[in-house]
C-alpha cells in the first residue's frame, strides 16, 4: 500500500510522518490552504450581541487558528454565558484549549448530520445561533436550526484557498511513486482531485486507487464520481485516518 494524503497542512504532514513511521509509504499533495477569512474583523460585535443560552458552532479546527488572535487584537473573549458546539472531537479540544470554555460536539461522526442530532439541539427556538465557519460551507446545519426557529448569523473566519498543479505532472509522479491509496477529507478535495488529472490518468489510474473519506456523504460522492474501492473512516482526524489506513 503506498498512500497519496491530500488534506491540507500541517495535517498532511503530520500523517505522512505517522504512517512512515509504521512502515508505510506515503506522500502528501496538499489540496488546499488556508488563509484569514473576511469577518474576522467583525467576530468581537457578533459575540458581544449574544443572549446567555445563544449558540455558537466551530466547524473547523481552522476557525480557533484564525479567530482567538482576532479576538486577542480586539481584547475581546469568547463569552461565557452562551453554549458552544464544535463539529468534532478535535475541534472541541482546539477550542476548549484556546477559550477554557466548555464545548459540546457530537462523538460518533465529525458531520454536520452527526453535530444537527444532538438531543439539546432539537430545540432552539427563539436562540441565535452563530455559525464560525469557512467559505463556502454546507448549508445543513443553517437551515436546519433556522426551521427549527433559531435566528442564524454567520461569520467567516477562514478561507480555502485552493492549490494549483500541473495535472499532467502530478499524473506522471504519482503513478510512477505506485500510488494506490488515495486520503480525502472533504467533498471539495474529492471534487478537485477528480479534475486534477487528465482523463487518461483517472481512467487508468486514479479511479482504480483505493478511497479513505471521513463521511458517507463523501463515499456517496465518490461512488458516482467512479470509485469501486471506498473506505469511510471512522471520523475526520488524523487518528481516525491511521486506522484506517492500518
Known amino acids: 500500500m503506498t498512500i497519496l494524503v491530500t488534506r491540507p497542512e500541517p495535517a498532511a504532514s503530520a500523517l505522512v510522518t505517522r504512517l512512515r513511521g509504521l512502515g508505510l509509504q506515503a506522500w ?14 467583525h467576530l468581537p460585535q457578533q459575540l458581544a450581541a449574544l443572549r446567555a443560552g445563544d449558540l455558537v458552532f466551530l466547524l473547523s479546527q481552522q476557525v480557533i487558528h484564525y479567530a482567538q488572535p482576532a479576538l486577542m487584537r480586539h481584547n475581546a473573549a469568547w463569552p461565557a454565558d452562551v453554549d458552544y458546539y464544535a463539529i468534532g472531537r478535535s475541534t472541541a479540544l ?14 460518533a461522526r465529525e458531520t454536520s448530520e452527526a453535530l444537527i442530532n444532538l438531543a439539546a439541539l432539537q430545540r432552539v427556538s427563539g436562540k441565535k445561533a452563530l455559525i464560525l465557519r469557512g467559505n463556502p460551507g454546507r448549508e445543513l446545519l443553517a437551515e436546519t436550526l433556522t426551521a ?7 461569520s467567516q473566519c477562514y478561507q480555502r484557498c485552493q492549490k494549483h498543479y500541473d495535472g499532467a505532472v502530478e499524473g506522471r509522479r504519482w503513478r510512477n511513486r505506485g500510488i494506490t491509496t488515495l486520503v480525502v477529507s472533504s467533498g471539495e478535495m474529492l471534487q478537485q482531485l477528480f479534475s486534477l488529472f487528465p482523463a487518461i490518468d483517472r481512467e487508468e489510474w486514479l479511479l482504480r486507487c483505493r478511497l479513505i473519506v471521513v463521511s458517507e456523504r463523501l463515499a456517496t460522492l465518490a461512488g458516482e464520481l467512479g470509485w469501486q474501492d471506498i473506505q469511510v473512516a471512522d471520523g475526520a482526524d488524523n487518528d481516525a485516518l491511521l486506522r484506517a489506513l492500518r
Do not use: N
Open 94 to 107: 482546539a477550542f476548549h484549549t484556546a477559550s477554557g470554555r466548555h464545548v459540546d460536539y457530537p462523538h
Open 148 to 154: 427549527r426557529g433559531a435566528e442564524v448569523s454567520f
Open 28 to 41: 502528501s499533495l496538499p489540496l488546499i490552504e488556508f488563509a484569514p477569512g473576511s469577518d474576522l474583523h
